[in-house]
């Protein structure tokens, strides 16, 4: 045989030898792998059980069915030439309306209001868990002294003990999810929070929000429109144009008169929200099968290395 293949046949022998070596090595060795698996997998239930539950509540959506947007667009593309005569314009653009309201909903303006208004900081950057027996929410006394009512916490500047407006905001944002079928146009909204029938009332809280600060929005663009539309029923001789402002004037009183009967004005609940008596997470059981996985690399890792990677 060349003995250019000899070491080839070296080279597989020194393979199997390793493999060899590596496996009496983790057996030697078996003690110590065992004794670090113990020690992360401890660890890994400590700090699982440490870990506060976290529950998620949500609810679902569809946009109402009453489109005062489309009623008054359909009046003035029918009457726009006519109207354009006199010089104005009445076809303003079309928007999604759904879209203005899950971004009104995601906004700084709206849920700043919205932290205030309830007076949900507390809650919302201070607590620590729930007690399931009593029903109470448990607070961070190193964040938040319920007895004084003061902000103790230790932050840097330019952050104050206090919470500010901007770091609210974000705290709600993390825990805020919206989502919305295309196919079905129904709207989720959900919370999580440490406290599950506080993360049921912030969600019926939105949902009311919302629609009110849209309602609000549009009895006010009606009234300017109204008040427009009469101004331009004053400067005109048309009888053909005053009779479309009249009808448009009409269409806008409408949508006042729906905002005044109906709560639910863009956004009717289909399926509400419900208090959630299973925690959404952290998954311990996960989280100490993760740990003892690690202890059983670092171990296995230990070992050879104490070995130099030989056998013994």
Not at 207 to 215: A, F, K, P, T, W
Not at 228 to 244: F, G, K, M, P, W
Not at 255 to 276: G, H
């Amino acid at each position: 045989m060349p003995d250019t293949e000899r070491p080839k046949t070296v080279s597989i022998y020194d393979d199997e030898i390793d493999v060899r070596d590596i496996s009496r090595t983790l057996w030697s060795g078996k003690w110590l792998i065992a004794a670090v698996i113990f020690v992360t997998a401890l660890v890994a239930v400590v700090v699982a059980f440490k870990m506060p539950n976290i529950y998620r509540t949500e609810a679902l959506l569809a946009v109402n069915e009453q489109d005062n947007a489309g009623r008054f667009s359909s009046v003035a593309s029918q009457y726009g030439g006519l109207a354009s005569l006199a010089g104005i314009n009445l076809n303003g653009g079309s928007i999604d309306k759904i879209e203005v309201g899950l971004a009104t909903l995601k906004s700084r303006r709206f849920l700043s209001a919205f932290i205030a208004r309830h007076d949900i900081l507390v809650p919302l950057m201070a607590a620590d868990g729930w007690d399931a027996e009593t029903g109470k929410l448990i607070i961070d006394r190193d964040t938040f002294d319920p007895t004084t009512m003061e902000w103790t916490r230790s932050v840097r500047p330019p952050k104050t003990p206090t919470p500010s407006a901007q770091e609210a905001y974000e705290a709600f944002v993390d825990i805020l999810s919206i989502s919305r079928d295309r196919s079905s146009g129904f709207v989720t909204v959900a919370i999580t929070h440490v406290s599950p029938t506080i993360a049921k009332q912030w969600v019926d809280w939105l949902i009311q929000d919302l629609n009110s600060s849209i309602m609000r929005e549009d009895v006010e663009e009606a009234e300017r429109a109204i008040k427009y539309l009469n101004d331009q029923i004053e400067n005109t001789s048309l009888a053909q144009l005053q009779s479309v402002f009249f009808n448009l004037i009409e269409e806008q009183k409408k949508i006042m008169m729906l905002a005044a009967v109906s709560p639910e004005y863009m956004f009717k609940t289909i399926d509400p929200p419900v208090v959630p008596e299973r925690k959404a997470r952290p998954n311990r059981a996960m989280i100490v099968a993760v740990g003892a996985l690690f202890g059983l690399v670092l171990g296995a890792s230990i070992a050879i290395f104490r070995s130099g990677g030989r056998g013994p």
